[in-house]
């Protein structure tokens, strides 16, 4: 079974271009989660998908980031325009859900991150 | 705001002792506290899950306690290799989903 696969894995933009990270998660997961972790800093979480809809977007920074998941399959977080506090590495997670309950399972399964630097 | 705190200094340890991470959290009442793994470059890899009505979980060499009167969670390594080396993550989590993380201790096994 193919994992979690992100798309780039290094990206090197200027401040005020615009950067699109790409997921794809494992095959029939019904959640997507999106995390960043910034130097010396926490991973935290940005925002979480089932199938197609948003969740919770309450850990998206501000207007500047707009993810997506159109029919439910991959996501892609476009970050416009990029400024210097937008660098990092960002990770996208997925996660089948219950059957029986309904409910997300816990255990996430991670992809291998972007790492975006913005000069 | 709600915050898992682990310990940022790395952990040093001989191969075949038991490592000891520690995970604590405040202004939170986590359902789930989850460890992963993480390798240099690489994403965190899901190790344990542990429910706050459980007191204890084993899966292998690792071990898991939860104590939500201390607020903490403990992760045992036992008979530790260097292989076992990485950043081990301390995760909060509710049945929504999202995880909030600590920072991570990172565990060197020396031969």
């Known amino acids: 079974e193919a994992g979690v696969t992100q798309f780039p894995s290094h990206s090197v933009i200027e401040k005020g271009q615009t950067v699109t990270l790409r997921c794809d998660p494992i095959?029939?997961?019904?959640?997507l989660y999106w995390y960043r972790r910034v130097m010396g800093k926490e991973i935290k979480f940005l925002l979480h998908f089932v199938k197609e809809s948003k969740q919770d977007e309450s850990g998206m920074p501000n207007n500047r980031f707009l993810a997506e998941r159109t029919g439910g399959t991959y996501s892609t977080l476009k970050v416009q325009p990029a400024e210097l506090e937008d660098s990092g590495v960002y990770f996208c997670?997925?996660?089948?859900?219950?059957?029986?309950?309904?409910?997300?399972?816990?255990?996430?399964?991670f992809g291998p991150g972007t790492r975006l630097t913005v000069l | 705001s709600q915050k898992i705190e682990q310990n940022s200094e790395a952990l040093n340890i001989q191969e075949g002792k038991t490592a000891t991470l520690t995970c604590n959290y405040t202004n939170y009442s986590p359902a789930y506290l989850q460890w992963y793994r993480q390798d240099p470059g690489r994403g965190p890899v899901f190790l344990l899950l542990?429910?706050?009505?459980?007191k204890e979980k084993r899966k292998e060499r690792l071990k898991v306690t939860f104590d939500t009167t201390l607020k903490q969670s403990l992760f045992h390594i036992t008979a530790s290799q260097p292989a076992d080396s990485a950043t081990y993550l301390c995760?909060?989590?509710?049945?929504?989903?999202?995880?909030?993380f600590g920072q991570g201790t990172t565990l060197q096994v020396k031969p």
């Open positions: 095959s029939g997961h019904d959640n």
């Open positions: 995760a909060g989590s509710s049945n929504t989903g999202k995880l909030i």
């Open positions: 997670a997925s996660s089948p859900s219950s059957p029986r309950l309904g409910l997300a399972r816990n255990e996430q399964f």
């Open positions: 542990i429910r706050e009505n459980e």
